[in-house]
């Protein structure tokens, strides 16, 4: 069984620049949660795709889009970056036929923005 | 709404001695709780769960939480550390309503002392 895989795993961008980052669910598991966690702090919600389409959004500003595809793997698009987006993003797969809400994570991506 | 916190950023104990990891939720609704740990440079891994059975939960490399309604906690222990332990620990919260966000909070950094 595959577990859950990011990439890039390091990234380094400028501001205003725009990235993409890429996440592979675990087999049979069809809804992705991405977090952001930024240094020194727990994982923030951005958002949960499920069948592709966005299933719940956290407290982030439309420049945080996603996609979902038909395989389950997602993507996170952020525009405009800023200084602040700096942080770990981290992909969670998990499967809303169990009984509780067990998430995955992937090893997840470094964004760096100078 | 939902939140989780966790008291003391920072533990230090020695190597052999109790790990004590505090966390206390808010919920509106019936919680699940998870305990997850992170080693550097890496994605999150689960150590244990609440999903509204036992109160008294174990998880892996020894480490067990309770589940004290009346107190709003779920405390992390582990009979004795060892130098592996050291890394960072999250708690986190969510309802069991179904494929919901995690909500985290900030993070405990365990040292452990030769």
């Known amino acids: 069984e595959t577990g859950v895989t990011q990439s890039p795993t390091h990234l380094i961008k400028t501001r205003g620049q725009q990235v993409t980052l890429r996440c592979s669910s675990q087999?049979?598991?069809?809804?992705v949660s991405w977090y952001q966690q930024a240094l020194g702090q727990g994982p923030q919600f951005i958002f949960q795709?499920?069948?592709?389409?966005?299933?719940g959004r956290g407290n982030f500003p439309p420049r945080f889009s996603g996609l979902q595809f038909p395989n389950y793997s997602s993507e996170l698009n952020v525009n405009a970056l800023e200084l602040d987006d700096s942080a770990l993003y981290l992909c969670?797969?998990?499967?809303?036929?169990?009984?509780?809400?067990?998430?995955?994570f992937g090893p997840g991506t470094r964004l760096t923005v100078l | 709404a939902q939140s989780v916190t966790q008291l003391g950023s920072h533990v230090s104990v020695s190597e052999g001695a109790l790990v004590l990891l505090r966390c206390n939720y808010s919920?509106?609704?019936?919680?699940?709780l998870f305990w997850y740990v992170q080693y550097p440079n890496q994605g999150l891994q689960l150590l244990l769960k609440?999903?509204?059975?036992?109160?008294l939960v174990k998880g892996i490399n020894g480490f067990e939480a309770e589940f004290k309604k009346s107190e709003t906690s779920f405390h992390l222990t582990k009979p004795s550390a060892h130098m592996s332990d050291a890394a960072e620990y999250f708690c986190?919260?969510?309802?069991?309503?179904?494929?919901?966000?995690?909500?985290f909070g900030t993070g405990t950094r365990l040292t452990i002392i030769p």
């Open positions: 986190a919260v969510t309802s069991n309503f179904g494929n919901e966000k995690l909500t």
């Open positions: 087999s049979g598991h069809n809804t």
């Open positions: 919920s509106s609704v019936p919680p699940y």
């Open positions: 969670a797969s998990s499967s809303p036929g169990q009984s509780y809400n067990e998430q995955f």
């Open positions: 795709y499920y069948r592709e389409e966005e299933n």
């Open positions: 609440y999903t509204s059975a036992a109160t």
